[in-house]
């Protein structure tokens, strides 16, 4: 490369980042824009990003002995992504278990918050954008011993309480560029036309201590029918929206069951038979209705095995599905990219998730996120816990982030 070719390819990797740094996300059909630019970018996941940050992760000192290594270890992870050019990090955004909200936001709802304004900007100062998963279903349906379907009653107490904690998160950081967009709930649709009679709930160890009414299995009353979570993220998507006129909305989503046709049909008397290809993605686009701006899939996969669904291979489904929201001019979000059979401790080359990549590239997905990041409650089967364990990986992410994402 002579000096005049390298001199205008720092130029416009320059331009390119100025533009990235400013404004907020836009869609425009199939594509996402930030300031005038298409932007495509690779993040991560780290599901207890803020649960671990604010000191009320459950699972402390399990994994980490203390909190104060606990928030070490999220400092770690924040400043690990920079290093490789990560672009964002998708998290869980809601007050964790009954016994996590109880322990600080309950208590203490400004210190929580001061806490939550610290993380944002430690990520900003690691040139990380966010995307909060608000956790609006059935995080609050627990603590008041209310059926889950009880976020769909104005008058119950776990609609207040969930409308107030988005109308909170939403509200204060409604102006900040560091959310890239807002998300509703992790994988919501897996519990369309599920019969959750006598289902195992949350175990009474994670409620504070003397807490009443602790329901540790579910009700068929707790079921959710498809309509019921289409209308779910119709009504807080638009509620979203009337808060923060900013930034775009995405719901989660892994995508509908692979039989789902059959749970629409039967339940709950269910007659099981697998979805063919052209039923699956009609439910995959009605699953995620308008005013949502972003399609959300999720998918681990591996070479060997294949889906339920038209028995594709995995990067065939993967293809199909980001092809069927590109059609309906919709940005394709890919919330969680992971594989299994091997998964990354078995494989440091990451060879299915890099094709995985490769063929997201091609296809033109706008954001992809790696499962999972610095996370070591999944150490055995998906966990990345740093950069350099998987170099092949991380050189593709910061080659896509660079090319794309205005990364320098």
Request: neutral net charge; contains cysteine; hydrophobic residues 40%.
């Amino acid at each position: 490369m002579d000096l005049t070719t390298s001199a205008t390819f720092a130029l416009l990797v320059f331009l390119a980042t100025t533009a990235f740094a400013e404004g907020f996300l836009k869609a425009q059909g199939s594509k996402l824009t930030l300031g005038g630019r298409e932007y495509r970018a690779i993040g991560v996941n780290i599901p207890h990003l803020s649960h671990g940050y604010l000191g009320t992760w459950f699972h402390w000192k399990q994994i980490y002995g203390t909190q104060e290594k606990m928030r070490q270890s999220i400092v770690d992870a924040v400043q690990d992504a920079e290093k490789h050019k990560v672009a964002f990090v998708r998290f869980f955004a809601s007050p964790g278990y009954p016994k996590d909200a109880a322990e600080l936001y309950l208590k203490d709802a400004d210190e929580y918050w001061r806490r939550m304004d610290e993380l944002f900007a430690l990520c900003r100062k690691h040139n990380l954008k966010l995307i909060p998963s608000l956790g609006v279903l059935s995080k609050w349906s627990p603590p008041f011993d209310e059926f889950q379907t009880a976020v769909l009653d104005p008058k119950s107490k776990t609609y207040e309480a969930t409308y107030r904690y988005v109308r909170e998160f939403v509200t204060r950081y409604k102006d900040d560029p560091t959310v890239l967009m807002w998300e509703l709930q992790n994988e919501a649709f897996l519990r369309a036309d599920v019969n959750m009679k006598d289902r195992p709930g949350l175990p009474k160890g994670v409620y504070p201590e003397g807490a009443e009414n602790v329901r540790e299995k579910f009700a068929f009353e707790d079921s959710l029918r498809f309509d019921m979570l289409v209308k779910l993220y119709k009504d807080m998507t638009t509620f979203i929206k009337s808060l923060d006129p900013n930034h775009l909305v995405t719901s989660g989503d892994s995508g509908p069951r692979e039989e789902s046709q059959c749970r629409r049909e039967t339940f709950p008397n269910f007659k099981w038979r697998d979805d063919t290809v052209r039923e699956h993605l009609s439910n995959l686009l009605e699953s995620q209705p308008e005013p949502l701006d972003v399609f959300s899939i999720h998918t681990s996969g591996n070479f060997t095995t294949t889906r339920k669904v038209g028995k594709l291979p995995h990067l065939e489904f993967l293809r199909v599905r980001v092809r069927a929201i590109h059609a309906s001019l919709s940005p394709a979000f890919v919330g969680e990219l992971g594989q299994t059979q091997p998964g990354f401790p078995q494989d440091p080359e990451a060879k299915w998730t890099r094709a995985a990549i490769d063929l997201l590239d091609e296809e033109g997905a706008a954001l992809i996120a790696l499962w999972v990041w610095h996370f070591p409650w999944q150490d055995k089967d998906f966990n990345i816990p740093n950069g350099a364990s998987q170099p092949l990986l991380m050189k593709r992410v910061a080659e896509f982030n660079t090319r794309h994402a205005g990364k320098r």
